[in-house]
């Protein structure tokens, strides 16, 4: 899997937009690029995946430039709720290839 | 969208015995399955990749002596740890990759908390 960079940590505020940008120079062209979130004590949800250009779904949108170098997670109105860590795959997810965890980003919403 | 059902959730058991933990795809297959270990404030850290019906592929460092993983079928993983000692104490997490899969979206299990003592 192509190495990602994400912040450590990021906060905000209840309403506003939450982007978190990831890193991954090293992407290949089968690869494609997956979010998570996990909350404490529990294990990672999927988010939204992309491949190129925009993606959007009822929770996220993500944006990924023409040359694919890196991606940002777009969260719309965050709230309380969406303080999480967030995690930026990339891979192509051929059968038997690993699934491996960067640092990933932990979020704080405030009031 | 598909689901992982891990259990146990919870688990507290002696220094020297086994524990054994289930990660089951409800409703799809799984040709992979991944189990992963988290320390508090800590990423996940894959410990084994596994395929229905193989040996399970260990991530260096990981003793497979003592962290054994069986994937007899397209929908259960068990991850049986054992001799268990206070260092092994973790938050364990397994996610499945479904059948014809072409993406790294997978699906993973609410966690399992382990407690040595």
């Known amino acids: 899997l192509a190495k990602t960079t994400q912040p450590i940590s990021m906060d905000s505020y209840e309403g506003q937009e939450v982007n978190i940008t990831c890193s991954h120079n090293?992407?290949?062209?089968?690869?494609?690029i997956t979010w998570y979130q996990q909350f404490p004590s529990q294990g990672p949800r999927f988010i939204i995946q992309g491949y190129k250009t925009k993606v959007t779904n009822e929770v996220a949108s993500l944006f990924i430039p023409a040359d694919r170098k890196s991606s940002t997670l777009s969260l719309p109105r965050v709230s309380l709720s969406d303080t999480a860590v967030y995690y930026c795959?990339?891979?192509?997810?051929?059968?038997?290839?690993?699934?491996?965890f960067g640092g990933g980003t932990r979020v704080l919403v405030k009031p | 969208g598909a689901v992982v059902s891990q259990h146990p959730s919870r688990v507290i058991c002696k220094s020297g015995t086994s524990v054994k933990i289930e990660c089951r795809s409800l409703?799809?297959?799984?040709?992979?399955m991944f189990w992963y270990r988290q320390f508090p404030k800590q990423s996940l850290m894959l410990m084994a990749t596994s395929n229905e019906g193989s040996k399970a592929t260990y991530e260096q460092g990981v003793e497979k002596d003592k962290f054994l993983i069986n994937h007899a079928s397209l929908t259960l993983s068990t991850l049986t740890v054992t001799s268990a000692h206070p260092e092994d104490s973790s938050f364990y997490i397994c996610s499945a990759r479904k059948v014809g899969g072409t993406n790294t979206e997978a699906f993973f299990g609410q966690g399992t908390r382990l407690t040595v003592v």
């Open positions: 795959l990339v891979g192509d997810g051929a059968a038997g290839n690993k699934l491996t």
């Open positions: 409703d799809f297959q799984a040709t992979t």
């Open positions: 090293n992407i290949a062209t089968n690869d494609y």
